[in-house]
């Protein structure tokens, strides 16, 4: 366990850290390999662990080049400016409807997609409507929370929540059917807790007039609007997909691909700047450090675990849940979320209550904001704000997030067990 554990600490530390460029996939691979050649892992492990995962990663690229394709036509800077000017200039209907607009985005392109895509374009809009420094870090900071908070609803909406799909074999549609009602709860809280807190760095009024009309910034109006319905059918098509037991990555990475080959052949985007550009580092990131939490497994910390929730799964639905969702929260705020779905799910394989494995997601989803380096999404935001001029320090991070993670993460358990 001592090895395993400080094999794992020590793999995390340099991703968050990564010194002289090292990328996050490329150092969770070192770890990986570690792993093997020290022994805590074996190579039925890695097949192990490849079977898990594979799914969730496809998916997760399949989104994102759909994403980046949406936002090289204009799609997602076309949604802020029109969001922005929905607001008519009122700073606290901006910030709501800005909200909303980061809850569609993570639902639909996962929340990477939303701290990929969307932040430097809300950030530039932000700098364009001449906001000050605290205004800015506020619209920042809700964006970024709620980003993970709304990735709830769908398979696809975020990684974790296609690793505990697959591993419970739980359906497209079973699935949203579950998490709706925590979805709108978590949003309508995220959003009211997040003013509350945040209210007094909003101004009353915005000069919306500096922002561009929305339709200017469209490359390609046709496809834009064809936009809507392709994305309209891909939802179809993961509902098919559910009735006949088919990957959701065959539907994710196909309909990117497919929505890259339309707008290429419209010559609206390059192929192989997007290809090239995808986040393939993620695959290596999902693959390497799953192998090196595998180790922890084989150590026996999810016994350890098992015990603890076999407890709690005895002690009245409600208590279950909330226990299990804390748990998963906090192991996801010290440890990343990533490593803690897999680790959580194996110890809740034999405890015969489903709505564990959704307050599991829940935790992870919500859990993470904790912590700077809790959630993969959390780290592309720092990673893509830094780049951009804007730099949040851990203690400043971790403070906010301490503040309004566990009511909100509380109220979403809540709805769950009372569904």
Not at 66 to 84: H, K, T
Request: some cysteine; proline content about 4%; charged content about 10%.
């Amino acid at each position: 366990m001592i090895i395993a554990s400080l094999l794992f600490l020590t793999t995390l530390v340099f991703v968050i850290w990564q010194p002289r460029g090292l990328q996050i996939g490329t150092t969770a691979i070192i770890g990986a390999i570690l792993a093997l050649a020290i022994g805590v892992v074996n190579l039925d492990d890695v097949k192990t662990v490849t079977n898990i995962v594979w799914d969730a990663t496809l998916a997760f690229i399949g989104i994102i080049i759909l994403s980046m394709v949406l936002d090289e036509i204009g799609f997602f800077e076309w949604c802020a400016i029109y969001m922005a000017k929905l607001s008519r200039g009122n700073g606290h209907l901006m910030f709501v409807y800005a909200l909303l607009l980061g809850a569609f985005v993570s639902a639909l392109f996962a929340n990477d997609g939303a701290a990929l895509i969307l932040t430097p374009i809300l950030l530039a809009k932000m700098r364009i409507l001449k906001l000050n420094a605290k205004t800015i870090l506020a619209f920042l900071l809700a964006g970024g929370f709620i980003s993970d908070s709304a990735s709830l609803p769908f398979v696809f909406s975020n990684l974790t929540n296609i690793v505990t799909a697959n591993y419970f074999d739980i359906g497209f549609g079973e699935y949203l059917a579950t998490m709706f009602v925590p979805f709108v709860v978590s949003v309508v809280v995220s959003i009211t807790v997040l003013w509350i807190v945040l209210r007094s760095d909003i101004p009353q009024f915005i000069d919306i007039s500096l922002l561009k009309n929305p339709d200017d910034v469209l490359k390609s109006k046709p496809l834009f609007y064809f936009s809507w319905v392709f994305l309209a059918l891909l939802i179809a098509g993961y509902f098919i997909g559910d009735r006949f037991d088919l990957p959701v990555s065959l539907f994710a990475l196909g309909g990117g691909l497919l929505f890259l080959a339309i707008s290429s052949y419209a010559k609206t985007v390059e192929p192989l700047h997007i290809i090239r550009n995808a986040p393939w580092q993620v695959v290596w990131f999902s693959i390497g450090l799953y192998i090196v939490v595998y180790g922890l497994k084989n150590a026996g910390l999810t016994d350890y675990l098992a015990i603890v929730l076999k407890d709690l799964s005895v002690r009245g639905d409600t208590i279950a849940i909330v226990g299990t969702g804390f748990i998963s929260a906090f192991l996801s705020a010290i440890m990343n979320n990533m490593p803690t779905i897999m680790i959580m799910d194996i110890a809740l394989k034999d405890i015969a209550n489903p709505a564990l494995a959704y307050a599991n997601i829940i935790g992870c989803n919500l859990g993470p904001k904790m912590t700077p380096f809790g959630s993969l999404a959390t780290l592309l935001w720092l990673h893509v704000l830094a780049g951009k001029g804007v730099k949040i320090g851990f203690w400043q991070y971790s403070k906010f997030g301490l503040m309004v993670t566990p009511p909100i993460l509380l109220v979403v358990l809540l709805s769950l067990a009372y569904l």
